[in-house]
Every structure is written in C-alpha cells, then in structure tokens.
C-alpha cells in the first residue's frame, strides 16, 4: 500500500471495457478513455490536496494503441507540478488482455486540475517540494 502523505503517491484505478463503451470496431471509445483518464486525475488531485477539485483543461492526450472490449485497463496518476490552486497531474492507461496477461500503453495524457474551497472558488494548495521520482509506469 502506498504511504497516503506521499505527495508523489501513485493513484490505480482498474476498469473493464465493456461493449456500450466501445465504438463499431469494437475498440474503446476515444471519449470514453478520456472519461477514465480525467477520473484518475481527480482521484491523485484529491487526494494530494484533500480538496474539492475540478478540471480546468486536458494539456495533451496521445492514443498510441486501441483497446479491445473486454480488456481491463490500469489507469495510473499521480502530481507532478502545482501552481498556487491548481495541479498538473500525469497519466497513463494501459489494456490488459485477461486471458493472456499481455500488457501494454494505450494513451497518455496531462490534466491541470484546480482546488475549490467551500463557495465553489479556487484555493490553495500545497506546493509540490520536488519534482517526482522516475517511475517505469509513467515513462513512456
Ligand atoms: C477551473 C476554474 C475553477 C478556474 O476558475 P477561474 O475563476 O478562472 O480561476 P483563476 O483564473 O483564479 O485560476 C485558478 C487556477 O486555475 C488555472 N486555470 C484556469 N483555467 C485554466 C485552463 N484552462 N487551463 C489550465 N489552467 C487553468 C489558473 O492558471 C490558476 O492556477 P494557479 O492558481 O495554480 O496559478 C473554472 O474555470 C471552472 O470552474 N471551470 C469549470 C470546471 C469544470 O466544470 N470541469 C469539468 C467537470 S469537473
């Protein structure tokens, strides 16, 4: 289990594709990724700042390979830079093949999220001290 004060700390989330998110060539729907990937943006963000937090914009997303219905994808995220309210979060989602444990990167992206305080307006935040460690689930 990751140390949950670990201002780099790693956030996983796992999902099933499912047929209703997949286009007509039964691969992941490009705004469905997205969906999952802004979702495990808003997990690291929320938990690095313990704050209510929203997306304020999607910097890059790249689509390197597609993902097949019935995959698992393993999304990872975590904060790589602040500002004074908002945080650049990294993260990369990979398919797994259930039955034969192939894995591989599907889509990278960066997400600035932003920290609201109890009227709905942007706070701030703690500063992120030091950039992040290497981690072979984020170089890519
Ligand atoms: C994001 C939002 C809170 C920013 O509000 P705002 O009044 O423009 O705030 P500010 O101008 O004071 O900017 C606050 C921070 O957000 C950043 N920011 C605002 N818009 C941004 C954008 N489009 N891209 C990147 N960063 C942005 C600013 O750089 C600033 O960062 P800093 O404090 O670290 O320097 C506001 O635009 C909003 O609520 N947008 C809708 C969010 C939403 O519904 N998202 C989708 C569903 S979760």
């Known amino acids: 289990m ?4 670990d201002p780099h700390r790693k956030s996983v989330l796992n999902e099933i594709v499912f047929p209703n998110q997949t286009n007509h060539y ?6 469905q990724a997205l969906a999952f990937m802004d979702k495990a943006a808003f997990i690291a963000a929320s938990r690095y700042c313990r704050r209510t937090v929203v997306t ?6 790249d689509f390197h390979t597609p993902v097949r219905v019935g995959n698992v994808v393993e999304l990872y995220s975590r904060v790589i830079k602040t500002g004074h ?16 444990g192939e894995k591989r990167l599907c889509t990278q992206g960066l997400f600035t999220m932003v920290a609201l305080d109890e009227h709905g307006k942007p706070t701030s935040i ?3 001290k030091e950039p992040p460690p290497p ?3 984020f170089q890519v």
């Open 2 to 5: 990751t140390d949950p004060k």
């Open 26 to 31: 039964g691969t992941l729907f490009g705004g």
């Open 56 to 61: 304020a914009s999607s910097d890059q997303v």
């Open 85 to 100: 309210t908002s945080m650049q979060v990294e993260v990369t989602m990979y398919a797994e093949n259930l039955l034969t």
């Open 126 to 128: 703690p500063p992120l």
């Open 135 to 137: 981690d072979p689930d």
